[in-house]
């Protein structure tokens, strides 16, 4: 009977032992064999440590690893890494040669921790699962599974873009956008944002000037106080990165519309024309968001209150006028308040030297102007002697229907005339509510005079305006022309028996008559004077008016003398007006 046996020395080699019969080992004889091949079994799996798992969430088309480490009693031979059963990845040790190896822990040499690379670019987009998989050289397998989420597509266009926190030019670098992601579906969710700001003034794919920048944020949907490079416009291209991190910049959203300015405009007060003293000019410019509005106002040197002077554009910046005419005199100090559209302002007081801008008013030099209806008045000369010389009348009365002729004059503050001037003539009704007409415009003659005549009309003021020049101040002069009202009487018969009537009928001639008509007295001359025996009405539309009296008390024959008066009242323009007188023979009982 023979037995064989092995040992092993220093656990890297064996020796054949052959035993014969039921003797020990020191009684043997050595035997040779030759082709001898020897299996060792092993039942013991790896141990599989994974250092760095996979990431969790989505994935994109970029390489990633799964670093692990594997022990066995033997050693580990492979590696390989798959996807829904697919081998992606592996790694062949090369130390076990099942026909040569003579080694009973051929892998045992130790190599940690292993990487496992997986190129998802050939992963197909969706849900998967990873296993990493560790052999020892007994074909022992050792795995771990893990979810593999992938997305190879970029986000879709962000929409409705729009600066969150209004449009236009601003002096805050704080710009507020929003917009609206599109929906996830089965992809992975928006995780951030990449945008770039380029120059407003940009061609398409000009990136001169550009400045880039990502922000991250599940969910996203806005940027929060986005600052703008610098100041002027710009324009904001943004487009979407998702959890996978895909992102296409070809996919961007652009926005207009972000304006910013820091810088208040530049401003300073010209010097004052002498061709032109009143009005006031400022230069003013800005560069970024351009002029909003100027504000010039005036202040009187001991006053609180700043008065504001009208401002309009012009070339270069802005005037305005100081008006001598409404202004009380006084010396000034002037200031300018400039807006620019992004709400800077400058507030400038001074010329372009820094002197400050003060003026003295009046401005211009001063005007005279005189009118009315001339009249010869006497007046008593120092010897006794009565003389006579004309005057103007500034509140000249007129008969219904008549014209007056009014005369005028303009001169300088020496008395001097200013020849082939204009004067506008303007009036107003005697009326409430009604305002200013323009009637003409008439031209001074060589001695600075000229004449109106105001033709015939209600009671009405009339308004004389010399408008002045760029150097000479305006003047202005009322006239109140007094109309009297025009009234008619006539009786229907001119002589009557006591105990019989007399019709007395007539028309108010002025015009206009107020709707509910106007209110006359009808009066009778008696030895105590005009007394007022009746009121008739004149009507509202045609002026007409009657009424009839009834004689009994005449005993004698008598001649009676009648009239009737116009009232002066309101709502109705014109003076008080009398008829004339009217005469009826009433014969008595005798």
């Known amino acids: 009977k023979i037995m064989l046996g ?29 082709g001898l ?3 060792l079994r092993d039942d013991v799996k790896p141990q599989l440590v994974v250092a760095q798992p996979l990431s969790d969430g989505w ?25 829904d059963g697919k081998r992606l990845a592996d790694l062949d040790r090369h130390c076990y040669g099942a026909s040569s190896n003579v080694l009973p822990a051929p892998c045992a040499e130790t190599s940690a921790p292993w990487s496992a690379a997986v190129d998802l670019s050939q992963v197909a987009h969706g849900s998967h699962v990873l296993v990493i998989s560790a052999v020892d050289p007994a074909g022992n397998i050792a795995e771990r599974a893990f979810p593999l989420l992938v997305d ?34 089965d992809e992975s969710p928006i995780a951030g944002a990449d945008y770039e700001l380029c120059p407003a003034t940009n061609a398409p794919y000009d990136s001169s000037g550009c400045v880039g920048g990502q922000v991250r944020g599940e969910g996203l949907s806005e940027l929060s106080a986005l600052e703008l490079p610098g100041d002027g416009a710009w324009r904001l291209s943004l487009s979407l990165r998702d959890a996978a991190g895909n992102a296409d ?25 002498p061709s032109d003293p009143t009005r006031v000019r400022l230069t003013a410019s800005d560069a970024a968001s351009g002029l909003a509005g100027v504000t010039v106002e005036a202040r009187r040197r001991g006053e609180a209150e700043w008065r504001a002077l009208s401002a309009q554009p012009e070339a270069g910046g802005y005037s305005a006028v100081v008006d001598d005419e409404q202004l009380p005199a006084g010396r000034y100090e002037l200031r300018a308040r400039v807006n620019d559209q992004a709400g800077n302002q400058r507030i400038v007081a001074a010329l372009a030297d820094g002197q400050p801008l003060e003026l003295q008013l009046p401005l211009r030099g001063g005007t005279a102007l005189s009118v009315g209806r001339s009249t010869r008045v006497r007046v008593k000369s120092a010897r ?25 004059r303009v001169t300088n503050a020496a008395g001097n005339p200013r020849s ?17 007409r323009h009637l003409a415009t008439v031209t001074t003659g060589s001695s600075g005079s000229f004449t109106f005549r105001a033709l015939p009309g209600p009671a009405r003021a009339l308004r004389f305006r010399y408008p002045g020049t760029a150097t000479t101040r305006p003047s202005v002069e009322e006239v109140e022309l007094r109309v009297r009202a025009g009234v008619t009487l ?12 007399v019709v007395f009928r007539g028309r108010l001639l002025g015009r206009p008559i107020p709707r509910e008509g106007k209110l006359l007295t009808l009066q009778a001359l008696t030895s105590r004077g005009w007394r007022t025996f009746a009121t008739p009405r004149a009507g509202g539309r045609d002026g007409r008016w009657t009424y009839r009296y009834h004689f009994t008390d005449t005993t004698s024959t008598v001649r009676y003398a009648f009239r009737v008066i116009a009232p002066k009242e309101a709502g109705y323009p014109y003076e008080e007006g009398i008829s004339r007188v009217a005469r009826v023979l009433v014969l008595g009982r005798g």
């Open 420 to 436: 082939q001037v204009p004067v506008e003539v303007l009036e107003r009704v005697d009326l409430p509510g009604l305002e200013w």
């Open 59 to 83: 994935h994109g088309a970029e390489r990633t690893s799964v670093s692990f480490t594997a022990t066995d009693n033997v050693g580990i031979a492979g590696f390989a890494a798959f996807v």
């Open 37 to 39: 091949r020897l299996t």
């Open 152 to 185: 190879h597509n970029a986000p879709a266009t962000p929409r409705a873009l729009r600066i969150a926190s209004g449009t236009g030019w601003r002096s805050e670098n704080r710009f507020d956008v929003a917009w609206a992601n599109p929906a996830d579906g």
């Open 490 to 501: 006539i009786p229907s018969r001119d002589y009557v028996r006591n105990g019989h009537s």
């Open 384 to 408: 006794g002697k009565p003389r006579y010389h004309r005057v103007l009348v500034r509140k000249p009365h007129a008969g219904y229907g008549s014209a007056v002729a009014l005369t005028g």
């Open 249 to 273: 910049r070809d996919r961007a959203a652009t926005l207009d519309g972000l304006r910013l300015d820091r810088e208040p405009p530049a401003a300073a007060f010209a010097p004052l024309a």
């Open 6 to 34: 092995l040992r092993c020395l220093m656990s890297n080699s064996c020796d054949v032992i052959t035993m014969v019969g039921q003797t020990q080992y020191s009684g043997v004889d050595w035997v040779a064999f030759r």
